[in-house]
């Protein structure tokens, strides 16, 4: 990645346009124009002088003034406006080159600059909150394995997401949900997508699923055409982001970012629509996201996923904090890793005051739970929606931590 920014010879050349003017006896005019708005000027030093054998056309111009391999920009268009036949000398006309890229460089190094409305306020920033009809909230589950995804079938939850290592599985899981009545299933891509990957995300697409539990911005314009809802790592932690996403993209909903503690998730929901928003009241906090393989590393004597054998497979992998709390590891299509806290929390407490502030859909998440443990989670979560028990008696029974948003984590 390094080569791609270091080095002496710029690996990527921006369009620019120069524009030409003067006259015999007058100074040569050169403006330089770039993409984004800079514009220079660049003047000779010396009058220009009726050409008797070699005048500058638009042709010679194009080779002088183009000769920008070692720089980070390339000549695009060049606009001849010279009168008359005019000559100036090629040591001239590459000062004037250089100095035309000295100051292009100068002006996209500096900050941009913004103007301050002082009269603007953020309640006119905010969208118009159209009037909703009160719905009953609902259940939307999250597994993360086959044998969790049938234990949720057996269960009343009528919306189903599924995220597997192997993308490929999600055609079994949807012929699976399809086959249990009018369920939907909503299947998800790997979060991170790199250049080279749409692969990946074309085995998702594959699946024919009800629509796609999206994670970033290539995965935005991927699915562009699908139903799609906005995952946590879209970080939506205010209303203008949520309608950003839902207008621009068409999202059905987002998921309010993980960073909100419960009072800034309650001051979201009040600057917005309610309806655009699902809060996941059960997880695993994912911890950190990384590129390194640890299943790889340490448990193969391979390199990458083409000699390493695949042991993420085959095996579980936890790591051991300095409190002897083990944390889940799991691996996507793309190799990449990441580490979920140990002990599940749930932000149960919270669940009927955030149901009265107009939230319609609350999700669970599983990560290596067996098929006993969904089933018994999601019929004490449709009890607390019920309001047949509270959500103290809950965490308490579950054994979760007792926390809505980020954790400080144990490492």
Not at 321 to 330: A, W
Request: proline share 4%; net charge negative; aromatic share 8%.
């Amino acid at each position: 990645m390094r080569q791609t920014f270091a080095g002496d010879t710029p690996q990527f050349q921006r369009p620019i346009d120069l524009e030409i003017h003067g006259d015999v006896g007058q100074s040569l005019v050169v403006i330089g124009r770039d993409r984004i708005g800079h514009v220079v000027q660049v003047e000779s030093e010396m009058p220009l002088v009726e050409a008797h054998n070699r005048p500058l056309t638009s042709d010679r111009l194009q080779e002088q003034l183009g000769r920008l391999g070692n720089t980070p920009f390339r000549l695009e268009k060049l606009t001849n406006h010279l009168n008359g036949s005019a000559m100036l000398p090629v040591s001239e006309l590459n000062r004037i080159r250089r100095e035309i890229v000295t100051q292009l460089e100068t002006l996209r190094a500096e900050p941009k600059r913004w103007q301050i409305n002082s009269d603007a306020t953020l309640s006119e920033l905010l969208p118009n909150v159209p009037h909703r009809t009160v719905s009953a909230p609902s259940l939307l589950v999250l597994v993360r394995s086959l044998s969790q995804l049938r234990a949720a079938l057996e269960t009343d939850i009528q919306t189903l997401y599924c995220e597997f290592e192997d993308p490929r599985a999600y055609k079994q899981a949807v012929q699976m949900v399809r086959e249990s009545g009018d369920k939907k299933i909503w299947v998800a891509p790997p979060r991170i997508t790199k250049s080279g990957e749409n692969w990946i995300l074309q085995q998702v697409r594959d699946s024919q699923a009800n629509g796609y539990l999206v994670r970033n911005y290539d995965q935005l314009q991927f699915f562009k055409s699908d139903r799609c809802i906005g995952d946590f790592s879209l970080n939506v932690a205010n209303a203008l982001t949520a309608d950003y996403l839902i207008q621009t993209f068409g999202l059905e909903r987002v998921t309010a970012s993980y960073d909100l503690n419960i009072a800034q998730l309650q001051d979201l929901l009040t600057s917005g629509s309610p309806d655009w928003y699902e809060v996941t009241i059960h997880q695993h906090m994912p911890m950190f996201h990384m590129e390194h393989c640890v299943f790889c590393a340490f448990m193969s004597d391979g390199t990458d996923y083409t000699n390493c054998g695949r042991p993420c497979e085959k095996h579980e992998v936890k790591l051991r904090d300095r409190v002897g709390t083990e944390h889940i590891l799991t691996a996507d299509a793309g190799c990449r890793n990441t580490v979920f806290n140990g002990k599940a929390q749930t932000g149960a407490e919270y669940l009927q005051s955030l149901a009265k502030l107009g939230v319609n859909h609350f999700r669970i998440e599983f990560v290596n739970e067996s098929a006993e443990q969904v089933k018994h989670t999601i019929e004490c979560y449709q009890k607390l929606l019920n309001g047949e028990i509270n959500g103290s008696q809950l965490w308490r029974s579950l054994n979760l931590q007792n926390q809505l948003g980020v954790t400080r984590g144990t490492f």
